[in-house]
């Protein structure tokens, strides 16, 4: 497939511009509705099939219908992301108006890491093509250990990403609006909103690990393989927002997930030494798979009513009220070297507090009657109660 540099850049400035007009559109913290979540999938979805009639028009149906098989592949493993943000936000009661901006950064981060893998992956193929053994026995296992752990619980509270993030990254017990980041009495603080976005890049980076195999196994072209990723990942904060409410109805579908994997890793093992499965093939079994899954599912479930994923008892985080943000300084001002004991590295408070959990880092409690600098480094008063 041969694939001009210009459009190579026409791609990524096209997925660039969107990227920006949803930020824009999304610029202000609010709920998103069903209705608006579902316009935007049928925007996204609508640019990724577009996209797959472009490849079929100009460089002909084989490679039309890899794009489409590898586009279904990479949005049908996109809905396990799915279940396990639900989760990772229901635990830590991350105020629905904020989750679009978590995603959207979420999102961002997996473009570049999926194209990082991408890139390594294709490499690795091309200079050792036994490799692909390697990734159809991955395939394999993975399938098999979804069907036998579909059921298990998870609990974002034992992660070790999140517990290596507190123990080293001073953080408040309080959202700030949508802010990752606070600086507070001179401290730069991170939020349990960025704590939540590293849970978030985390998860992808262990889905991709999954997903960018699978693909490569309906197709070697590299152009397919990130432009089938990156149609079905832009579209994944809109399906979120669309499915969240119904994820509870899915019951069979990480058993068709887990068929697929198994599927296309018995695919990509034959290709190698015994026959080559036509793609129109592939795309048929695996649409059929997931229509009976999703379809079956559907039918168990119907009437149910909604169950919410698994929460904690007392929620780990607070959320800011308004005149905590509004006394806040700008991240990036400039301001006067404080001591040690603020920056969280004794495990102490901005306040001279120990820590609430010191093992699992320097969570700061902030003082609301504390007061702040602005940019310019004057003094706000607080008012007193």
């Given amino acids: 497939m041969n694939v001009p540099l210009w459009v190579w850049f026409a791609v990524i400035g096209f997925i660039l511009v969107m990227l920006i007009v949803d930020l824009v559109a999304h610029r202000k913290a609010h709920v998103i509705s069903v209705r608006e979540a579902a316009a935007w999938s049928a925007v996204w979805v609508f640019f990724g099939v577009a996209f797959g009639a472009i490849i079929w028009r100009f460089w002909g149906a084989e490679f039309g219908q890899q794009y489409f098989a590898g586009y279904l592949i990479e949005k049908s493993l996109a809905v396990d992301n799915v279940f396990v943000w639900a989760i990772i936000f229901t635990f830590f009661a991350v105020p629905r108006e904020y989750q679009h901006r978590v995603l ?40 098999y250990r979804m069907l036998v752990q579909r059921n298990e619980h998870i609990d974002p509270s034992k992660s070790r990403a999140l517990k290596l993030f507190r123990r080293h990254v ?12 606070i600086r507070k009495n001179g401290v730069l603080l991170a939020t349990p909103l960025l704590a939540v976005l590293v849970l978030v890049e985390v998860t992808d980076i262990i889905f991709a690990v999954d997903s960018i195999p ?21 579209g994944l904060r809109a399906m979120y927002f669309l499915l969240a409410d119904l994820i509870h109805r899915f019951v069979y579908l990480k058993i068709g997930l887990a068929m697929v994997l198994i599927w296309v890793g018995i695919k990509m093992a034959l290709k190698i030494d015994v026959f080559y499965i036509p793609t129109p093939i592939s795309l048929a079994v695996i649409t059929t798979i997931l229509t009976i899954s999703i379809a079956a599912s559907l039918i168990k479930t119907r009437g149910q009513e909604r169950h919410e994923p698994p929460a904690p008892v007392e929620p780990p985080f607070r959320t800011a009220d308004d005149a905590e943000i509004a006394a806040l300084q700008p991240v990036w001002t400039r301001t006067r070297k404080v001591a040690a004991t603020h ?34 480094g004057d003094r706000q008063d607080t008012p007193r109660h």
Wanted: charged letters at 15%; proline letters at 4%.
């Fill in 104 to 143: 959207f950064f979420g999102v961002l981060g997996a473009l570049v890491f999926r194209a990082i893998f991408i890139a390594a992956g294709s490499a690795i193929i091309a200079s050792a093509g036994w490799v692909l053994y390697l990734f159809a026995a991955f395939l394999l296992f993975t399938g």
């Fill in 170 to 181: 001073p953080m408040t017990d309080a959202f700030h609006g949508q802010r990752f980041l």
């Fill in 214 to 234: 699978a693909i490569f196994a309906v197709t070697d072209e590299v152009f397919l393989v990130f432009t089938a990723n990156a149609f079905a990942i832009l």
């Fill in 343 to 376: 920056g969280g590295t004794t495990g102490t408070s901005s306040a001279g507090r120990p820590a609430e959990n010191p093992a699992a880092g320097p969570t700061i409690r902030e003082d609301r009657a504390g007061d702040d600098r602005s940019a310019d």
